[in-house]
Structure formats: C-alpha cells, structure tokens
C-alpha cells in the first residue's frame, strides 16, 4: 500500500514516523518542506501538490490543525479532490467536525474513492512510539483495507461506525480532556495551599477514583516544570468550539463545557494562543501566589502503558483481535 501524508505537525508528523518506521512506502507534504527532510532523508518522497500526492498513492491521510486547513488542502485545484480515483482512499485524521468531514466525504465519493474519518487520542508521546488509540468512522471494506496502516501507527484501533461518528467521538474526549485539565489544576492548588506534599498528592490522585488519563499525563509536565504537553491554549479552544458546535446542532443545554470554555479563553487572552496547554494552572498559581513544583520529580514523563509490540482491534467496543 502506498500512503501519502499530508500535515508534519507534532502529532501528524510523529504518526507519519511510525509509517516509514514499518517500511510502508511513504510520500510527505507539509507547507514546511523543512520539516519534511528528516523523512525524506530516511526514504520517503516528497509530493509538490496534494493532487500529485492523492494520483500517487493508495492512501491519502491529512493530519491539519483545522477544518478550514483540511477543506483548503481538499478543494484547491492542485488539492486531493482533484487527483482522487476509484479505488482511492482518503483518511482525515485531524480533529474536525462532523458535518464538515461528511460534506469532504460526500466530495470524495463523487470522485469515486472513499473516505474515512480517523482521528487519534491519546497524546504526542503516545503517538511517537505507535502506542496511540484510533477512531476509525468508515465503511467496513475501507477500514479492512487500511487496517494495516493503522496497526502501524496505534495500538488500539476502534472502529465506531460510518463516516462522521469517529470525529464526533474525538471532540467528545477532547472536551473531557479540557474539563479534567481545568479540574485538576484547582485541585492540585488546593492540596499545595493544605500543605499536603505535591509528590504524595499526585500518587493519591493516580491510585483513587480521582484518577484520569489527563492526570497520569499533564500532571507529570506541570509538576516537574516543564509544562510541554505539545498541545496549545489555541487548539484546546478550537476543539472545545467543535463540541459546543455540535451540542447545539443537537439542542443539547450544556452546562459545564460554556465555563470551562471560557477559562481557557482566558488563559489565551493572559499567556497567548500558543502557550502549552498544561499552563492553564497559571491562572490559579497566579491567583494564589503559588508555584505547582513536586521537588525531585521525573523530569521525563513516564507512560505506564506497556511499550512491547502488538495491538488490540475493536469494533463497536468488542475487541476483536489482539497480538
């Protein structure tokens, strides 16, 4: 299968590692050439347009920070809708929104190709050593044939129905995963200010019904002062708008998603659109005049998730197949 790759971000281009790190046979584009050479120099090849990328390749895969990105790189006239053929494939990995990756799709069809929606979860280091989750939306022959491409780059791989529904589930764990972030910053602010040792309030955290995915990963780079997560303030509040986007459409009262939503905004507005998401806690230190170190904490974040190789295959939550 050839597999072009379009988006060497910090999560796209890691994803794209683990595909010429398989020895599939990868073609890149990036509005950056600069970033694509370490992959061109490890044997990947380099496509001067989307269309030339998508009349290439098997499969196309777009990793982009927006919907707006992905419709521009789809619809141009040297863009992927324009180099798409029967047999084709097209994989939106970027977090997007439903209706927007069914309208591309819809394009796609016309086309006489298919497309999925594929987004990952799970954070950058996960998606670095090929240990990341995957929502798969598509038809199940699409995602059969892709599925090898998949089990190169995450190590759970869901698949959650037809074309739209993977997107929807990605803004809905991204959505936690900002409430969680805000959560654990009072939280953590209030175990300092109660005296309690930051060290022995993370283990009670990890070890109890307060425990989460974003504590296991964020609290690790805001206790040891590094605050690199690889996520921005900008994108948390983009894929916070997806979800409130999509609770309306649906006339669904949310509550909780409006406020928290707004703290982020405000973190944006104080440190910037580019500032580490992990650094939201900022504005509960700034407020009490407090610092969130754990003395003599890991410097390098650790993930508890096993490293050999293998994976786990589930489709509508029954797990399939595993190695």
Same mark, same amino acid.
């Given at each position: 299968?050839?597999?072009?790759?379009?988006?060497?971000?910090?999560?796209?281009?890691?994803?794209? &590692?683990? =595909?010429?790190?398989?020895?599939?046979?990868?073609? $890149?584009?990036?509005?950056?050439? %600069? +970033?694509?050479?370490?992959? /061109?120099?490890?044997?990947?090849?380099?496509?001067?347009?989307?269309?030339?990328?998508?009349?290439?390749?098997?499969?196309?895969?777009?990793?982009?920070?927006?919907?707006?990105?992905?419709?521009?790189?789809?619809?141009?006239?040297?863009?992927?809708?324009?180099?798409?053929?029967?047999?084709?494939?097209?994989?939106?990995?970027?977090?997007?929104?439903?209706?927007?990756?069914?309208?591309?799709?819809?394009?796609?069809?016309?086309?006489?190709?298919?497309?999925?929606?594929?987004?990952?979860?799970?954070?950058?280091?996960?998606?670095?050593?090929?240990?990341?989750?995957?929502?798969?939306?598509?038809?199940?022959?699409?995602?059969?044939?892709?599925?090898?491409?998949?089990?190169?780059?995450?190590?759970?791989?869901?698949?959650? &129905?037809? =074309?739209?529904?993977?997107?929807?589930?990605?803004? $809905?764990?991204?959505?936690?995963? %900002? +409430?969680?972030?805000?959560? /654990?910053?009072?939280?953590?602010?209030?175990?300092?200010?109660?005296?309690?040792?930051?060290?022995?309030?993370?283990?009670?955290?990890?070890?109890?019904?307060?425990?989460?995915?974003?504590?296991?990963?964020?609290?690790?780079?805001?206790?040891?002062?590094?605050?690199?997560?690889?996520?921005?303030?900008?994108?948390?509040?983009?894929?916070?708008?997806?979800?409130?986007?999509?609770?309306?459409?649906?006339?669904?009262?949310?509550?909780?998603?409006?406020?928290?939503?707004?703290?982020?905004?405000?973190?944006?507005?104080?440190?910037?659109?580019?500032?580490?998401?992990?650094?939201?806690?900022?504005?509960?230190?700034?407020?009490?005049?407090?610092?969130?170190?754990?003395?003599?904490?890991?410097?390098?974040?650790?993930?508890?998730?096993?490293?050999?190789?293998?994976?786990?295959?589930?489709?509508?939550?029954?797990?399939?197949?595993?190695?």
């Amino acid at each position: 299968m050839k597999i072009g790759f379009i988006g060497l971000g910090n999560v796209g281009g890691k994803l794209a &590692g683990s =595909l010429l790190r398989n020895g599939f046979d990868l073609t $890149v584009r990036d509005l950056d050439r %600069s +970033v694509a050479e370490p992959f /061109l120099e490890k044997g990947a090849k380099w496509a001067d347009s989307p269309r030339e990328m998508a009349e290439a390749v098997d499969f196309i895969i777009t990793c982009l920070p927006s919907p707006a990105a992905s419709a521009a790189v789809m619809e141009a006239d040297d863009g992927i809708l324009a180099g798409l053929s029967a047999g084709k494939v097209w994989g939106e990995m970027s977090t997007t929104d439903e209706a927007e990756v069914k309208r591309l799709g819809a394009l796609v069809e016309a086309r006489g190709a298919t497309a999925m929606d594929c987004p990952v979860s799970g954070g950058c280091h996960r998606a670095a050593t090929g240990n990341i989750a995957i929502f798969v939306g598509a038809e199940r022959a699409a995602f059969e044939k892709t599925f090898p491409a998949f089990t190169a780059m995450g190590r759970r791989i869901l698949h959650v &129905g037809p =074309l739209g529904s993977a997107s929807v589930l990605k803004v $809905v764990t991204n959505y936690l995963a %900002s +409430v969680h972030l805000a959560a /654990l910053g009072e939280a953590l602010v209030v175990s300092q200010k109660a005296g309690m040792d930051l060290n022995v309030a993370y283990e009670a955290i990890r070890i109890s019904s307060g425990n989460s995915f974003v504590h296991e990963t964020e609290s690790q780079v805001i206790l040891n002062g590094s605050r690199n997560i690889n996520f921005t303030l900008d994108l948390v509040i983009k894929d916070m708008g997806l979800f409130d986007r999509l609770a309306q459409r649906l006339d669904v009262p949310l509550e909780i998603s409006p406020l928290v939503l707004d703290i982020f905004k405000d973190g944006q507005a104080r440190y910037g659109a580019r500032e580490w998401s992990s650094n939201i806690v900022r504005r509960l230190e700034d407020a009490c005049g407090v610092e969130l170190r754990a003395p003599g904490f890991p410097e390098e974040m650790t993930d508890d998730e096993p490293e050999e190789p293998g994976y786990e295959v589930e489709v509508r939550g029954r797990v399939v197949a595993a190695e």
